[in-house]
């Protein structure tokens, strides 16, 4: 479904890192993070290292089935999946923002693995453009590059209030990105009963 090139009278930007769709019926904005080929790289060859490692943990937990053996092998089980879920990720994951059903649902997905970050649409304020050094932003990309499941809310290009904590959004949206994804956002929000002014003192995130 296309979308409209200007959003309260800001233009889409030509090069962008987001896409605008609809999904059941909801606006949304998709976000494509930078797919890092070092990382990738990396994490490759770590699956190659645990797949060879495998093999001697099937050995040991053959040769002695007890509980150390036992707790080993799901130790290990658990490398695996955690590798997979970062190389997923790097390859296909996506982050979307939108609103529905007076909440700001911020989701996380690749194949298999996902997390979905949920906000009292009333109880946001102040949606801004993130102003974060460039350090920051470099760390952000770094960490959350690699395992966006774990964690979200500490980097992003687009930030808001809840309470008193203020939330960064838009994780691997680029700067430039910010003044139409936080326009778009205001738009939003405001069918929900939220404001981008000062507002409600309380809030609270769930996960899922």
Do not use: C
């Not at 089935?65 to 997979?84: C, D, E, K, N, S």
């Not at 309470?163 to 929900?192: E, H, K, N």
Request: net charge positive; glycine share 12%.
């Amino acid at each position: 479904m296309n979308m409209p090139d200007l959003q309260g009278g800001i233009a889409l930007p030509a090069i962008r890192r987001f896409v605008l769709e609809s999904e059941d019926g909801v606006q949304q904005i998709r976000i494509l993070p930078p797919r890092k080929w070092y990382l990738i790289l990396q994490i490759s060859l770590g699956l190659v290292g645990w797949l060879v490692g495998f093999g001697f943990v099937v050995m040991i937990a053959t040769r002695d089935a007890g509980v150390p053996a036992i707790i080993f092998m799901l130790i290990w089980g658990g490398m695996g999946i955690y590798l997979a879920a970062l190389l997923t990720w790097q390859m296909v994951g996506t982050e979307t923002i939108r609103v529905v059903r007076g909440e700001l649902e911020i989701r996380y997905r690749s194949p298999g693995f996902g997390k979905t970050w949920l906000y009292p649409a009333s109880q946001i304020t102040n949606v801004a453009i993130a102003l974060q050094s460039n350090l920051a932003d470099r760390y952000g990309q770094l960490q959350y590059a690699a395992r966006p499941h774990i964690a979200a809310g500490r980097f992003g290009a687009v930030s808001f209030d809840l309470g008193s904590r203020t939330i960064f959004i838009a994780t691997y949206a680029d700067r430039a990105d910010g003044p139409y994804i936080v326009s778009w956002l205001q738009a939003q929000l405001l069918p929900a009963g939220s404001a981008s002014g000062p507002g409600a003192n309380s809030g609270h995130a769930v996960v899922r």
